[in-house]
């Protein structure tokens, strides 16, 4: 790639020809908070099918009006998810556009989380995660369909409606689309106030815990019961010693109910663990240490249910290149572009996971998924616009 470079220092390298990204981007502002407005307004929590259809029927109509061909991938319990093809000159494969249109927030929220511009943010459910990374992708597409009369190569957009749940239903479409990209550049918001993107995330499980013991009355027959709820206690500080902060594997019992009264030796216990790792490997050596675990007490069952959803994203030779090319990018703009490995895991996990290159955390710059303050920086959008779209160009340019 640097062979190719011309070395005039010339901005426009690496990206439309036509276009001066630095004047051009600044532009687009007003356009793109509009836009990202439109979309936070409609509200598209995962678990409200009829809503996200409503998100998801606007931007089929938004990626048509740029030339896209829109399909839905049909789903009974989420919403419908959206894939939309730009096909190019040459029908080699795609650059894949992923992200998702879900959010965390249920509907009505808008109304004590109004979508406004205050302090340099646009703030508002699902602003930063991530619905600023869609209207990111809307005007990446409508630039590069503006600098070339066609486009020369393909572009695929996926856009699922179940990613903040999980993605079970559309895991297989990622993964099959995924199978046929030349990269996969995840739109989910990038990581702190200085827009890192993000090259290593972990991967994550769930289990459940579940101990059945016997019932007594705890005055009357105390001795003849078993509590289910003591031998879960004691398996929970046998599950905390797993945790290797060094080797970024962690488990966290989040959730625990048992019991039916207070004067009643519990029968059954459950507890909901939350699996994160740093390395594929540890998916095996985590679930065989916890389908191991046995009873304290031997009145008491133990059974041990659920895996690993989402694969680590490690930072392999892939994920590094595509690094190096936004990196160059983001220098001829004027900034420095950071790198982050995070907890959190995305469909981008899924795609890492099959070996293709992605690069995870280009979309919007700000703080607060899933929180009150969800807001994004506004100062922000031009460059990360700048960036998608030049990375685009850059992917087709030397990788195809
Ligand atoms: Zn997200």
Same mark, same amino acid.
């Given at each position: 790639?640097k062979?190719?470079?011309?070395k005039?220092?010339?901005?426009?390298a690496?990206?439309?020809?036509?276009?001066?990204?630095?004047s051009?981007?600044?532009e687009r502002k007003?356009?793109?908070v509009?836009?990202i407005?439109q979309?936070?307004?409609?509200? *598209?929590?995962?678990?409200?099918?009829q809503?996200?259809d409503?998100?998801?029927a606007?931007?089929?109509?938004?990626?048509?009006?740029?030339?896209?061909?829109?399909?839905f991938?049909?789903?009974a319990?989420?919403?419908?998810h959206l /894939?939309?093809?730009?096909?190019?000159?040459r029908?080699?494969?795609?650059v894949?556009?992923?992200?998702?249109?879900?959010?965390?927030y249920p509907?009505g929220?808008?109304?004590?989380?109004?979508?406004q511009?205050?302090e340099g943010r646009?703030?508002?459910?699902?602003?930063?995660d991530m619905k600023?990374?869609?209207a990111?992708?809307?005007t990446?597409i409508?630039?590069?369909?503006?600098?070339?009369?066609?486009?020369p190569?393909?572009?695929t957009?996926?856009?699922v409606?179940d990613e903040e749940?999980?993605?079970d239903?559309?895991r297989h479409?990622t993964?099959s689309?995924?199978?046929?990209s030349?990269a996969?550049?995840?739109?989910e918001? *990038?990581?702190?106030?200085h827009?890192?993107?993000k090259?290593?995330?972990k991967?994550?499980g769930?289990y459940i815990?579940?101990?059945t013991g016997?019932?007594?009355?705890?005055?009357?027959?105390?001795?003849?019961?078993?509590s289910?709820?003591v031998e879960m206690?004691?398996?929970?500080?046998?599950?905390? /010693?797993?945790?290797?902060m060094?080797?970024g594997l962690?488990?966290?019992?989040?959730l625990?109910?048992?019991?039916?009264?207070?004067?009643?030796?519990p029968?059954?216990?459950?507890?909901?663990?939350?699996?994160?790792?740093?390395?594929?490997?540890?998916?095996?050596?985590?679930?065989?240490?916890?389908?191991?675990?046995?009873?304290?007490?031997?009145?008491?069952r133990?059974?041990?249910?659920?895996?690993?959803n989402?694969?680590?994203?490690?930072r392999?030779?892939?994920v590094?290149?595509?690094?190096e090319?936004a990196?160059?990018i983001?220098?001829?703009?004027?900034?420095?572009?950071e790198?982050?490995a995070?907890g959190?895991?995305?469909d981008?996990n899924l795609?890492?996971?099959?070996?293709?290159?992605?690069?995870d955390g280009?979309?919007?710059?700000?703080?607060?998924?899933?929180?009150?303050?969800e807001?994004?920086?506004?100062?922000?959008?031009?460059?990360?616009?700048a960036?998608?779209?030049g990375?685009?160009?850059?992917?087709?340019?030397?990788s195809?």
């Amino acid at each position: 790639m640097k062979s190719k470079r011309k070395k005039s220092g010339s901005i426009k390298a690496g990206w439309p020809k036509t276009v001066d990204p630095s004047s051009y981007f600044d532009e687009r502002k007003d356009d793109l908070v509009e836009c990202i407005r439109q979309l936070v307004e409609i509200e *598209s929590p995962s678990d409200n099918k009829q809503a996200a259809d409503r998100l998801g029927a606007f931007l089929a109509e938004k990626f048509e009006a740029l030339g896209g061909k829109p399909r839905f991938h049909k789903s009974a319990s989420v919403g419908d998810h959206l /894939q939309v093809d730009f096909a190019g000159r040459r029908g080699d494969n795609p650059v894949l556009l992923l992200g998702h249109f879900d959010t965390v927030y249920p509907l009505g929220t808008l109304a004590n989380m109004p979508c406004q511009v205050s302090e340099g943010r646009l703030w508002g459910p699902g602003v930063l995660d991530m619905k600023s990374g869609i209207a990111l992708m809307l005007t990446a597409i409508d630039v590069l369909r503006a600098s070339h009369s066609d486009l020369p190569h393909s572009i695929t957009v996926l856009l699922v409606s179940d990613e903040e749940v999980g993605s079970d239903s559309s895991r297989h479409i990622t993964e099959s689309l995924a199978k046929q990209s030349a990269a996969v550049l995840v739109l989910e918001p *990038s990581y702190g106030l200085h827009g890192a993107v993000k090259t290593a995330r972990k991967g994550v499980g769930e289990y459940i815990v579940k101990v059945t013991g016997k019932a007594a009355h705890s005055g009357l027959d105390f001795e003849k019961g078993a509590s289910a709820i003591v031998e879960m206690a004691k398996q929970i500080t046998n599950i905390s /010693q797993m945790i290797d902060m060094k080797r970024g594997l962690t488990l966290n019992v989040g959730l625990v109910q048992g019991g039916t009264r207070v004067n009643v030796i519990p029968a059954e216990a459950t507890a909901v663990l939350d699996v994160r790792i740093a390395k594929m490997k540890d998916a095996t050596a985590i679930d065989r240490k916890l389908r191991a675990l046995k009873p304290f007490n031997r009145k008491c069952r133990l059974e041990i249910d659920g895996g690993m959803n989402r694969p680590p994203m490690e930072r392999t030779a892939g994920v590094a290149t595509l690094f190096e090319k936004a990196s160059e990018i983001a220098k001829r703009l004027g900034w420095k572009l950071e790198e982050a490995a995070v907890g959190g895991g995305s469909d981008g996990n899924l795609t890492a996971g099959l070996g293709i290159p992605t690069l995870d955390g280009l979309g919007g710059v700000g703080e607060g998924a899933h929180a009150t303050h969800e807001s994004i920086l506004v100062s922000e959008l031009p460059r990360r616009a700048a960036l998608v779209t030049g990375l685009i160009e850059e992917i087709w340019r030397t990788s195809l």
